[in-house]
């Protein structure tokens, strides 16, 4: 199975600051169909998870543009340019280019 | 607005059973493949099953196979998952989910004596 490795595990931000989450696979996450099956969901405290960002750098409809997906082949990234209260709760990266689905172990973004 | 809400979760003892369910709304059930992730407290997500659009073909992680089974019932919207001989390390939220798009609120189970 794909592991994806997400670092930091934690991560302590002020209101306004620009953060950055890293995703790594252990192996390639584009697809023969030319597709990246790289997502970014946010699981906020007592919240089920909710997607943010698809096929890499896709916003999904309702999330603010401070959010934005990078990244090609093994190493992805996830910004959140000026932080806010809301953003607060655990970051995972998912994959779905390889079966089975595989999930990062997750960033715990917190108030500094 | 897509719904996923799930129902059953609940307290069981090692070796018995249970059923849940998830009623979908919001969007053709029956066009879409459907899964089942759970959340161990305190921990990641883990994928566990799928099942396509017509209810012929499931996949399951390891972890469960031939313990749970995954099937739906498009004419109701309703996706379930049977569990089976539990043990105590499928204490978990369990989440309906159209991955990675839509998720339901969870359910909780508990395996113990």
């Known amino acids: 199975d794909v592991v994806l490795t997400q670092t930091p595990p934690t991560l302590s931000a002020t209101i306004g600051q620009s953060v950055s989450i890293s995703c790594r696979s252990s192996?390639?996450?584009?697809?023969?169909?030319?597709?990246?099956?790289l997502h970014w969901l946010l699981q906020r405290p007592g919240q089920s998870p909710q997607l943010l960002i698809y096929?890499?750098?896709r916003l999904e409809s309702g999330v603010p543009n401070r959010f934005s997906g990078s990244g090609s082949g093994t190493d992805f990234t996830l910004k959140i340019s000026g932080v806010e209260a809301e953003d607060l709760g655990v970051y995972y990266c998912?994959?779905?280019?390889?079966?089975?689905?595989?999930f990062g172990g997750g960033t715990k973004l917190e108030l500094k | 607005e897509v719904q996923l809400v799930e129902s059953g979760g609940s307290l069981v003892q090692p070796g018995g059973s249970l059923k849940l369910s998830c009623v979908a709304s919001?969007?053709?059930?029956?066009?879409?493949?459907m899964d089942w992730v759970r959340q161990t407290p305190g921990k990641s997500l883990e994928w566990i099953g799928e099942?396509?659009?017509?209810?012929?073909?499931?996949n399951y992680a390891p972890s469960i196979k031939d313990r749970f089974t995954i099937s739906r019932d498009n004419a109701k919207s309703t996706l379930y998952l049977q569990m089976s001989n539990v043990k105590s390390d499928d204490t978990a939220i369990y989440y309906c989910t159209r991955i990675p798009d839509y998720w339901g609120q969870g359910v909780m189970v508990t395996v113990s004596s």
């Open positions: 096929l890499v750098s």
């Open positions: 099942i396509n659009t017509d209810g012929s073909k499931t």
């Open positions: 998912v994959q779905g280019t390889h079966a089975p689905w595989t």
């Open positions: 192996q390639s996450l584009l697809h023969s169909n030319g597709n990246t099956y």
């Open positions: 919001g969007f053709t059930f029956s066009n879409y493949w």
